[in-house]
């Protein structure tokens, strides 16, 4: 393992308090309840948004808590859950008497102790609402299951939800909008690699060259079955026949196409995946009018990359479009 790290069970918390060192007039870590929250406090009268999950899928949370985005981020330790005292804090500093909105992605530890949160916060004078996030196409949603992971759809949400929340909607409203969005996005992803979580100081799986895992998630783990490399039109088309076969957009629907990296993917091959997924799109009589491409929800070092496609309607381009200042998501500003 070649990695920048002075201690590995201290490389959480180093990489907070250098996210708000680099970015202090947008986001400051507090590392006693360690939560990330927007420099400033609450904003009377709006919408908190607040979410959490596993460090090691940089720059999700952290790196969208601003303006237009989340008010509060709760990070757990690599690929661990947060625990529900940091988001019971998370919610308490961005309570500005409007309610705050909960997004949790669809994994058994982040249901859980977002849910035991919010029966600790049932004492508190404060509303709460929350969106499960659950976009994965890879993952069959079966009762008796967890169901399908939640993946791209987050930033989606937090973006457009937040866009919401900014403008001064009620909470009921953010919530609605957060909810619609979950419904029309669908995610596939490829893995072209492992990764290599610093306490385990090795890869979490082996993959012989030559072959790619097909649906895998944000956590490490592997894909629901192996396939060969093919070429990068090969990939794109299975990717893309996936999330369209579950999304089932409308005739000549206008579209956002996410193109996500794992954590080791350059720009320039999400770019050229982009390229294919524009066409194939095009080609099935869809409209792409927006787009999101670079490493936004990744796997810790792993190589690989992740479709999430949009169905978009009028106000979720507006909202969208809307102004945004995070450490990793500024237009507009």
Known sequence: ?????????????????????????????????RIVTRTGGPKAGK????????SGCEPLHNGYVGHGMLDAACPGEIFTS????????A????DAGAGVLHIIKNFSGEVMNF?????????????????LINDDVAVKDIPGTAGRRGLGATILVEKI???????GDSLETVAGIARRVNRGARTFGVGLSSCTPPLRGKPIFELPEGEVELGIGISGEPGRQRARLGTAAELASVM????????????????LVFVNGMGATPQSELYLLYGEFERGL???????????????????????????ILELDDEMKELWDAPVCTPSIRWGV
């Open 161 to 167: 939800a937040g866009a919401a929340a900014e403008r």
């Open 240 to 255: 893309l026949e996936e999330v369209l076969t579950d999304l089932q957009p409308a005739q000549e629907a206008e579209v």
């Open 47 to 54: 919408v908190g948004l607040v979410a959490g999950g596993g």
């Open 91 to 94: 919610t308490r500093a961005v």
């Open 115 to 131: 849910g035991m949160a919010a029966e600790l916060l049932a004492f508190d004078d404060i509303t709460t609402d929350s969106v």
């Open 82 to 89: 947060p625990v529900p005292d940091q988001i019971v804090a």
């Open 282 to 308: 095009q080609t099935r009589g869809l409209k792409p009018v927006r787009s999101l491409v670079g490493n936004y929800l990744t796997s810790l070092d792993q190589a690989g990359a992740a479709l999430t």
């Open 1 to 33: 393992m070649q990695k920048f790290l002075n201690a590995p069970a201290d490389a959480v918390t180093e990489y907070l308090v250098g996210l708000s060192a680099a970015h202090s007039e947008i986001v400051r870590f507090d590392a006693d309840t």
